[in-house]
């Protein structure tokens, strides 16, 4: 994921897209997350780490997120492990859920797999070329 996030940009792209409230947990739900501006709009990354990490595809909201956007309960079932020198991923302890992808700068991109409170569209594919062919059918 070579994503860079201009936090202006960020914040202006929440303010226009009718972003609403959204309520996300993993499977045991021993982590909720609560956003209060969230975006139906996802991308998907078919990149190495994150097919292995999310089983084909990442798909994550299309916003970034920062920690004062974020209200996380369960936080001390959080597990993170540094996948690279950019970033690390957040899962589950107690039952693997992938939480999100973090960059070293702070921002999140949640796991969209956590909400299901809306209809979700794909607005992004990265690393396209490297998208398994079970999900090109």
Known sequence: ???????????????MNGCVK????C??????????????RVTACYCGMCRTWADGALFSLE???????IEVEGKEWIQEYISSEKAKRGFCKNCG?????????????LNAGLFDDLEFKLVAEYDANQKPAYLQQ
């Open 1 to 15: 994921m070579g994503r860079k996030v201009n936090n202006k940009i960020r914040k202006k792209y929440i303010e």
């Open 22 to 25: 959204m309520n996300g947990n």
């Open 27 to 40: 499977l045991c739900k021993k982590i909720k997350i609560n956003l209060s501006k969230a975006c139906d």
């Open 63 to 69: 916003a970034a997120y920062l920690d004062n956007d």
């Open 97 to 109: 859920t992938s939480l999100y992808y973090k960059l070293n700068s702070g921002e999140y991109f």
